[in-house]
Structures are given as structure tokens and as C-alpha cells.
């Protein structure tokens, strides 16, 4: 076998005993060489994460509010991991430097990368593993735009040094001054996925507290069933409706080295989880992969005679989103009509403005406007290929007496999008589930 990449998400270090689980796991393929971790997470439902509360602390600093207290509770927190655990490792110098650090008042993205940094610390010396800090290796623009082969370049040189590595998630630094700058929320998945392609990994495993991919969401299909395989291309269609486990960016550094992703679940680990790969070869006669959806949505439907024939018309249209900085989701369009979908969020207060700018741009025959819709994606690589797929969704939907507001076919004939009044979106997700699984 070769080389495995392990990221451990915050759950799964959030306690002693989640890192027991995590050493036999470990331990138990010595291919598992580079490991990735986050912060420790909630132990429990009223419990706090750990970056949570750095970015407490530097709020509290930053309004000359004493933080002593909560940092406290932080630094507690990891003490009572490395003491249960038994591991020797001088934490109190790291501490020391992070207060002083705050006190001077350093940035946001320092403190919050703390949490990881302390994290792979603590894991390295309980693993006997190297600690190699990310702070020179991932690196950003001063835009804060990943240098991806830069970043290639620094991690894959630096890791050929070491046999076995516990690498901090969720940070790097911009490349010309150093400074500490940290990727979005969940962003150890990408850092997890940058090791993997730097060190040409054979598999990344992503580990956490559930047992991969689930074909719908369970809080609306009871016990849906698991996703064994799935390829890039049809996760981020799932992904893009809230679908995910993983971090969208995730995907891409290993889909450029056509490394697989498996998403497993720490505290089952004899789960097989879920395989993410290039192409979905390995079940040609599934038809569908998944459904995924979310609300509210809002619809402008704008409607002229002869649109057809009036170059320009939707570059216009966009334009005033674009001015406007409002994101668009879907465009169906007719002969003389043009719809525009987007997330009820991005309009806020803007609805009016937009529409002002729509009439005087456009001098449209009319526009409506449809709020309180939901998107629904049905995702599979089997679509393509199935004769009748429309056709099974609208007949499910019909028995359900549910209304389509909208249905569009992607152009690579792998999704298929449904638009339901917001009200009907639980009851659609069961019946086009029903109908296929």
C-alpha cells in the first residue's frame, strides 16, 4: 500500500478518550504517516469548541475586557487531555507565547489558528510523531488566494524530511510578510487534502463522527441509505445544497492528483465510509447518488415579447446583479422569458433596488417575483443514462398532489433540479426518495 493521509476533525479530538480511539486507528496501518487535526470540538451538546473560545478571548482583549479567566478554561482544557493521556509535553511555554501575543494585540487569524497549532502539538508528542507547523508551508497572496503550487512545492519538501507527521489544520501565512492567515471555517479538510497531494498520497482518509455520505438528509428521510462511492463531480452538486461533510475546497487539490477521498467515522471506524473518486465506476447501474436541498429561494421572472431576438438581454440582466454583488443560482430561460433563481439571503434589502434597475435596463413587458421557494438536487451519473427520470419525479411528486415550480436538467445530464413551494420541500425530498430507493 502507500502513503495515507489521516485528518481527524474536531470531535474526534475533542477528549483523552477520542484520542485513544484515534491511536489504535493510527496505529493500526503504519501507511498512516501524515496526520491532519483540527481543534478539539464540542465533548457534548452544551459544551464549546475550542476555537469558539479563542475568538472570545481576542474579542474580550480587544474591548479591554479581562480574558484570563476564559483562556483559563482553554488551556485547562488541553492540560486535562495531555494529563489523561499521560503525555509530557511542555504546553505552558506555548500559552505564555499566545498571551503575550494578545496582549499585544495580534491578529484575529493568529488566535484562531492557536486551537490547531496546540492541537498537533499535544498529538505529535502522544503519537510520537514530528510536529511540522504549517504556519511557511501553506501559503496566500496578499489577497489571501491560495498559492497552490507554491504551497505544493514548500509542504512536499518539508515532508520528505519526516516519516510520520502531525500537521495543524486550518492555517498557513501570507507568503510576503509571514503573517499568520487561517482558510474558512472547516478549513482542515483543505489542509488535509493539500498534505495529500503534496506527499502523492494513495488514499486521504477523512475522519469524523459520522460514517460517510448519506443519500438524503436523515433529520427528513429516516435511516436514508449510505453512499458507498460517489465521484467529485456528483458531490459537488450535493455539496452546493448543503449536502456534505466535507469542505467544498476540500475536493479540488485532490481531484487535480486524482486522489481518493474516504470519509470515515472515528468512533465506528470498521465502517467503510464513503469513497470519493474521479468517476463513479464502481456501481454503473445505480441511478441516483443522492438528494439534497435548502430554502428559501427567491424567483424574478421577467418576461418580454421577441426577448430572443434583443442581443445583450441577459448579459443586462446579470449586470444588475453584478452591480448589485447578488450571487444567482439558476437561470431557466423560455423564447421571451428569463428566470433568475437566488437564495432568498442575497436579495435582503436589495429586492427593490434590483428590480428598479431590471425595469430600467431591460424595459421588460413584465416582472414577477415568487419568494418562499425550495431547491431540490437530484444527483447521479445513472441520470444520463435512465430513461424516464423526469418523468418518475414528476409522477412522485403528482401522487403527493406537490406543485413543480421549476424543473431543469443540467447540461451534463447528471442533475436534475426541482423547484417546489418552500411549505411542500420535506414532503417532495420523500416522495422523489421513495421513488427511487
Known sequence: MGIKVAKFGGSSVADGIQLRKIEQIIKSDPDRRYIVVSAPGKRFDKDNKITDLLFMCKAQADHNIPYEQLFQVITDRYSAIAFTLG????????????????????????????????????????????????????????????????????????????????????YGSYADIGEIKVLSRGGSDVTGSLVARAVKAEIYENWTDVSGLLMA?????????????????????????????????????????????????????????????????????????????????????????????????????????????????????????????????????????????LEQSLRPDEITVTEDIAMIAVVGLGLARTIGVAARITAALADEGINIRMLNQGTNEINVIIGVEAPDFERAIRAIYNAFV
Open 87 to 170: 503525555v509530557q509535553v511542555d504546553l505552558e511555554s506555548h500559552y505564555e507565547e499566545i498571551r503575550q501575543k494578545m496582549s499585544a494585540g495580534c491578529s484575529e487569524d493568529y488566535i484562531a489558528s492557536r486551537g490547531e497549532y496546540l492541537s498537533a502539538i499535544l498529538v505529535a508528542a502522544f503519537l510520537g510523531f514530528d510536529f511540522v507547523d504549517t504556519k511557511d508551508l501553506i501559503v496566500f497572496d496578499h489577497k489571501g488566494r491560495l498559492l497552490a503550487e507554491e504551497t505544493n512545492k514548500r509542504l512536499s519538501e518539508e515532508l520528505a524530511k519526516h516519516e510520520y507527521a502531525v500537521i495543524p489544520g486550518f
Open 217 to 357: 438528509d436523515p433529520r427528513i428521510i429516516k435511516d436514508p441509505m449510505p453512499i458507498e462511492y460517489i465521484s467529485y463531480i456528483e458531490l459537488r452538486e450535493l455539496s452546493y445544497m448543503g449536502a456534505s461533510v466535507l469542505h467544498e475546497e476540500a475536493v479540488f487539490p485532490v481531484r487535480l492528483a486524482n486522489i481518493p477521498i474516504n470519509i470515515r467515522n472515528t468512533n465506528a471506524p470498521e465502517d467503510p465510509g464513503t469513497i470519493i473518486t474521479t468517476e463513479n465506476t464502481y456501481n454503473n447501474n445505480k441511478v441516483l447518488s443522492g438528494i439534497a436541498g435548502k430554502k428559501p429561494f427567491t424567483v424574478i421572472s421577467i418576461y418580454k415579447n421577441m426577448m430572443n431576438k434583443e442581443i445583450g438581454f441577459v448579459r443586462r440582466a446579470l449586470a444588475v446583479l453584478e452591480d448589485q454583488e447578488i450571487n444567482f443560482d439558476h437561470i431557466p430561460t423560455g423564447i421571451d422569458s428569463l428566470s433568475v433563481v437566488i437564495e432568498s439571503k442575497e436579495l435582503e434589502d436589495k429586492l427593490d433596488d434590483v428590480l428598479a434597475s
